[in-house]
């Protein structure tokens, strides 16, 4: 059991796991549930606690599932969540005093309502070992003596069983939602699904048994399931039924079941059983499939088989008999199907009623012929179908003679050959119209001989102008380009050797002079040896489709707004050009170019401005430029220069220094001059990387470098750059656990009125209070906040804690006047920045008042103007001031003095440093006050460090100072005491002095 600790246990589990597994019991912000309130009010009871809660650690806040004693409250922000730390420990966590506990002693729950006391709360952790948050129990009464042994076991236990009902909880709506998705799959399914318990009783039936059978919802109650069964085929099925009922053997048959029409259709029934551990069967799963069609197709097809059976034994051809008059005395059961005429309609002469009648007389008139002659007849005619349809019909017939040459009878065939004419005609008509588009079409069509020499064209007189005889053998070629003349002909004369398909795409010239791409294609034709009797090709115009090809490709491939090559183009040229200084032991130089303060020409002059500089930059940087080399826009106001052709590192840095010079010089826009700087990095192979991916790494640290120098400068990658940058990562990976560990702290520093020489307040100083370093200034770790979610997260921590001792100083009665905290650019940038810092001061009840926010020109400049000019409102409107921090040291300090409303600007300590020996310093000083007094703001000068700068200040009518000669940071536990034992002495008018007790 943890009680009252002083360091908060390092976690072995990371925050993104653990809310994962919190969301993954989707409890939050659910209602109350009676178990859960039956285990609080336990806690509750065993505990002896006037408070119970099942608290959950959410990201920025903690949600309660059950509170008992709190009046309805569901949830509090994390930054004051006392379970936050119990939710670090591994088992109990008790604070016996909590205003005795620095960490909580400041804490709003502690020092506000409800006044807490005494805290214990029990883990509710998962079995991966997560903790979701805690069962707490609080006390408005410190317990010294913390919990009973009996109380120590009891909360646990009760936690166990918090997360035992969560888990049962979450087991529950797992099983509910793949009970819903079993039967949204099974009413999604074609089939009957249905389901029985060994009793025989059908316990569930899908949507698609009740659309089948037209039952309504409680049939199976009120009826048993073989009543819809054909009575014909009931008791059989019936008896089928109770044998897989006490054998286990799965069930199959197939009946009718009456159909919701009233019809009975038939249905194949299959079932399974399911067993227990114990080998019973626990139930019945079985699906209805209606098969009637299939049935009836089967019986269909049964009688089918038979008719042709008896067809084939006969003829592969409908079969008729004949007089030997011509008159029809039987024909096959099939002339019925083909003609619709019932039995004995077409004896006779009453089958020529089925003839369509434009075929009529011509079938007769062969008939009477063959009649006439004795001879074999053979015709096509068409004969009407019952569906209205005229097939077509190839008749056959041949007298049967007696031995004197008379004819006995007439037998032949009607054989159906609809499909048969109908495909020939669709061939004619296919060759007609593959004729039409052949004449109508642009291609050039042209026939070559198995060796590949030309023999005959079309249309390629009236592209080229070249006539078929000299076109003839190999005459074309003469009017391809000439720079794909031996890559064309060497392809054909291959295809010709190989007997492969050819294509390929050429040049060809056209009539009137031009060029263009065009399509060749070319198959040969086989004799049935498989030798080649001849080669059809065609050629067709793409000259369009390639110049579309081409600009997509530059699309693709280069910057729009400067035409330069783009991040993928130039990636591709820096692998090929690395390669080749491989190959060849030669070298390349990266020059890495990004233009200084262009947003502030975006900003200034808009941002057509911007982009008139970013061409014109492309354009210098082209200039230099040599055949080999490549210049490219990776995106925003950053240009790349890859310098091929063996150049070395010397050269490079001399041409990046011209290139800086070049940059440099301004750019005409709309009549004015757009002043430009550039900040480049320089990396050259083989002396840094030799990989594509690390080689611009070296060039981007320089470029780094570069900016970070103070920029407008020329930097060439060194290998310490790798490890400064190594070391940023490092540190920012320090700063995380540092944050983790509660390592980052406030330290206040005073402000001293220079007239009165009292605290009129303090500004509040990051401190790391480093395990091995000892206590650390930014000025150690402030590179960790180039990251913005660092920056952020600190700022963030600070506050928070900021708050907490001002309304602990406020609870004691302490006049300390207002403190400052500094809020970087990062922060503006946040969404509801003013709101949450509000929203603190509130929960804190802490007036906005006492509170200061400061801010650098950097702030102004780099973030975005309208965020931060509305976060400033906000916080006026509530009372907060605003302070212009290391005023003088920025850029338009007096532009921003007009557009953003401050209430007090700081004068920077490189002012105050020479103050007394400098006079430029005091002229600027003296001009800072004075802008101040004129303005109606506050001034105050840092880093005062003697006396004799206080004395200066102080006559030159400085409002107050903020220095070392009064106090070095402290903590905040120190103020109290630093405050009470201050006291203000006048002296003579060379020195100031301000003592403590």
Known sequence: ??????????????????????RSFKVLDTEPETTFDSLTKVAAHVCDAPVALISLIDEQRQWFKCEIGLNGVRETPREIAICAQAILQSDLFVVPDATKD?????NPLVTGEPHLRFYAGAPLITEEGLPLGTLCVFDTKARPAGLTPAQREALPALANAVMSQLKFRQANRVLEEHQRELITLTDALPQM????????????????????????????????????????????????????????????????????????????????????????????YGTNTDIH???????????????????????????????SDGSLISNSQDWQALSGQAPGEGHGNGWLKAVHPADRQRVMASWQEALACRQSVVAEFRVGHPDGEFRWVLAKGVPMLDE?????????TIK???????????????????????????????????????????????????????????????????????????????????????????????????????????????????????????????????????????????????????????????????????????????????????????????????????????????????????????????FVVLLAGSTGLEHAATLAEGLAKKLSQPVPYAGQMIASRASIGVATFPDHHSEAAELMKDADMALYRAKAEGRNRVVTYSPEMRAATEQRVALRREMREAISLDQIQPFYQPKVCLATGEIVGFEALARWQHPTRGLLTPGNFADAFDDPELATTVGKRLIGKVTSEMRRWLNTGLSFGHVAINLSQVEFIKPGLAEDILRILDLAKVPPKHLEIEITEKVLLDAQSHAVSDALDRFR????????????????????????????????????????????????????????????????????????????LREMGCGSAQGYLYASPMAGADVPGFLSGWFPQQTSAKRLFLVEK
Request: net charge negative; charged share 30%; glycine share 6%.
């Open 293 to 323: 069609e299939w049935k009836q197709a089967e019986e269909a097809l049964a009688k089918s088989e038979k008719r042709y059976r008896t067809l084939i034994e006969a003829s592969t051809a409908l079969v008729w008999r004949a007089e």
């Open 102 to 106: 620095p960490r909580f002693s400041s």
């Open 193 to 284: 699904i249905w389901s029985a318990c060994p009793d025989r009783r059908i316990d569930h039936k899908n949507t698609r048994w009740y659309e089948f059978t037209g039952a309504e919802p409680g049939f199976a109650e009120r009826n048993h399931w073989t009543s819809l069964i054909h009575p014909e085929d009931r008791e059989q099925i019936t008896a089928l039924w109770q044998h897989s009922l006490q054998t286990g053997v799965p069930y199959e048959c197939r009946y009718r079941q009456r159909h919701h029409s009233g019809e009975y259709r038939w249905i194949l029934s299959r079932a399974t059983p399911s067993y227990d551990p114990q080998e019973r069967v626990r139930r019945w």
């Open 416 to 638: 159906d050959i609809h499909e048969q004419k109908y495909a020939a005609e669709h061939i004619r008509q296919q060759e007609e119209r593959h004729r039409a588009l052949l004449q109508a079409s642009s291609v050039v069509l042209w026939v070559a001989t198995p060796d590949g020499l030309i023999t005959e064209t079309r249309g390629w007189e009236d592209i080229t102008g070249q006539s078929d005889r000299e076109a003839a053998g190999l005459g074309s070629i003469d009017t391809l380009h000439p720079d794909d003349t031996d890559r064309i002909t060497r392809a054909w004369l291959e295809a010709v050797a190989s007997g492969t398909a050819y294509k390929a795409e050429c040049r060809v010239r056209h009539k009137c002079g031009e060029y263009r791409w065009m399509l060749s294609r070319a198959v040969p034709i086989r004799n049935p040896d498989g030798s080649i009797r001849e080669w059809v090709g065609g050629l067709s115009d793409i000259h369009d489709r390639k110049a579309a090809e081409c600009e997509l490709w530059r699309s693709a491939n280069h910057d729009a707004l400067t035409g330069l090559p783009n991040r993928m183009l130039f990636q591709k040229r820096l692998d090929q050009a690395l390669a080749k200084a491989k190959q060849h032991g030669t070298s390349i130089s990266l020059l890495v170019i990004d233009l200084d303060e262009f947003k502030d020409v975006n900003d200034s002059f808009g941002h057509d401005a911007g982009d008139a500089l970013l061409k014109e930059t492309a354009a210098r940087l082209s200039s230099i430029a040599r055949e080999c080399d490549t210049v490219a826009r990776f995106g925003g106001d950053e």
């Open 1 to 22: 059991m943890s009680i009252c600790g002083t360091e908060s246990s390092v976690p072995l589990w990371a925050e993104a796991d653990r809310l994962a597994a919190l």
């Open 877 to 952: 409107a509530r009372g907060v001031q605003i302070a212009l921090d290391d005023f003088g040291t920025g850029y338009a300090s007096l532009t921003h003095l007009k557009q953003f409303q401050v209430d007090h600007i700081k004068i920077d300590r490189s002012f105050v440093r020479d103050i007394e020996e400098d006079p430029d310093d005091e002229a600027i000083v003296t001009a800072v006050v004075g802008l101040g007094r004129s303005l109606n703001l506050k001034v105050t000068a840092e880093g005062v460090e003697t006396t004799g700068q206080a004395q200066r």
């Open 404 to 412: 004197h040459g008379a004819v006995q009878e007439w037998v032949g």
